[in-house]
């Protein structure tokens, strides 16, 4: 083999080597970028999977509180109108027993007559009426012909009247004051059903 | 140059080959380190942080939306016409009455 062949095979030895040293590093390089690559996508899907969890919980509890505030500022709204129906219902009520006006003396009367039918019975000797002062003789002058001893009683009331018998065994709730706490209940959704539909709420 | 010479030549240029495969070594376990970093610091970033608030930011918006609708119907609930409060009493009078 001359001197040219040699350093020409040498030349081959070096070209060889170089070309295999510089395919390992760039395989190297391209293992390392995916190594980068694929840690960083997993940081980004494990962020967006807490992230969207945070969301939701955050949306969840800011949107319900503002939910459940708008709520009752609507509950506290309707309240106050209903509160100002009763207010002026109440004065009306007034003004009716007051003025003995015939749907007043027609309630006192059925009031009379549903007391007597609750509070009376064979072991009762005696009724005992309470009544507005002012109401005292026109209730009188409906208890002229009663089956039973009836006693009249000054009370402090609007109208309407309660009854019971001597022992306070039985007694009967008919005085206006009552009558409308006891029908408050239904009457709250009446008046709903009168005033809120059609205001949006 | 002679055969011995060539022979001396290829185990150089093995060494080098074995050389840069060292290297290459070396690139992967820095790349499997700083991937190792990358997933350790991942849990809080400030990145997280930052969406977070703006994403809050836009739920205060939505909120207070919310609430300003609330309020409006709230307001027109307490500005209901007073001809409708008297029917309404009115109603409450009959049943109290019972008329």
Known sequence: MSSEQLEALKEEIWRRARERAERILKEAEMEAERILEEAKKRVEESLRSSLESEKILLRRRMLGRALSEGRRMLIMAKSEVVEKVFARALEKLRSEAESKSEAYRSFLRRSLEQALDHVSGPDVDEVIVYANESDLDLIASMIENAPVSMRLERASMIGGLNASDAGGQRIYYGSIESRLEALKPILREKIAATLFRGVGA | ?99
């Not at chain 2, 290297?23 to 849990?43: D, F, T, V």
């Open chain 2, 1 to 99: 140059m002679s055969i011995a010479s060539i022979l001396l030549e290829e185990k150089k240029a093995m060494m080098y080959v074995e050389e840069a495969r060292k290297r290459a070594q070396e690139i992967i376990q820095r790349a499997r380190a700083e991937a190792e970093r990358i997933l350790r610091g991942s849990s809080d970033t400030e990145a997280m942080r930052m969406e977070l608030r703006r994403y809050e930011e836009s739920l205060k918006e939505e909120a207070e939306r919310i609430l300003s609708e609330h309020r409006a119907r709230a307001e027109r609930i307490r500005a209901i016409p007073e001809e409708l409060i008297e029917k309404a009493a009115d109603l409450v009078v009959r049943e109290v009455l019972g008329s």
